[in-house]
């Protein structure tokens, strides 16, 4: 059974800085792996898809690896703004589910970055 | 991009009663739509996956009977909370898979309906 975990569940930097944040799976044989951003009391936005075959995803300040073989996700936040504060979540989609579409996610990390 | 709708956004009903949630897939067809539940801080738990003119595949865990799912059409996905209780009362959130499931963001995912059950 595919379990994702995120760590820190809470982060707190001041503007500026650069962060990471983490996301480890259980069973590396993903389809794909997906962050997402969520506001508090909002839906979920995507912000970077990995498929299976790739290592890393870049959009703008983000940037997301993943290293299958050891179940682990990162995404790379630079230069941090006070609007990048909110719950980031990685979710990850199994290869048995590749065609359900089915994701797991992960208990996301609350992110505040302070002006 | 894709964008999926619910309605409405929150409610708040008194206990016993049911309470339907509809999910809208506006400017795509979405053959699976996926209903997630998240209590406060914590993730998003997949309840069931809907798929059109067929039966839905609940979780583990998940009661059929008091949440009751109907995909009548490619844009439409409803969740009806049956006799919703205090405990029922979550967020909300449904996802819609695009016809063609091809691109980054084959999954698109909807505001969320904050249901408060007195």
């Known amino acids: 059974k595919q379990e994702v975990t995120q760590i820190p569940a809470a982060l707190s930097v001041p503007e500026g800085e650069n962060l990471v944040l983490n996301c480890s799976f259980t069973d590396s044989a993903i389809y794909n792996l997906q962050w997402f951003r969520q506001d508090p009391g909002k839906g979920l936005t995507s912000l970077l898809l990995i498929q299976s075959s790739q290592r890393e995803q870049t959009s703008g300040r983000l940037n997301a690896s993943l290293d299958k073989s050891s179940g682990r996700s990162t995404l790379y936040i630079a230069a941090s703004q006070p609007g990048d504060s909110a719950t980031y979540l990685c979710a990850v989609k199994s290869l048995g589910s590749s065609n359900t579409g089915k994701l797991i996610f992960g208990q996301g990390t609350t992110l505040q970055v302070k002006p | 991009g894709a964008v999926v709708s619910q309605h409405p956004s929150w409610v708040i009903c008194k206990s016993g009663t049911s309470v339907k949630i509809e999910c809208r897939s506006l400017d795509f067809q979405a053959t699976t739509m996926f209903w997630y539940r998240q209590f406060p801080k914590q993730s998003l738990m997949l309840m069931a996956t809907s798929n059109e003119g067929s039966k839905a595949t609940y979780e583990q865990g998940v009661e059929k009977d008091k949440f009751l799912i109907n995909h009548a059409s490619l844009t439409l996905s409803t969740l009806t909370v049956t006799s919703a209780h205090p405990e029922d009362s979550s967020f909300y959130i449904c996802?819609?898979?695009?016809?063609?499931?091809?691109?980054?963001?084959?999954?698109?995912f909807g505001p969320g309906t904050r249901l408060t059950v007195l």
């Open positions: 996802s819609a898979r695009d016809l063609a499931g091809v691109g980054p963001n084959e999954q698109f």
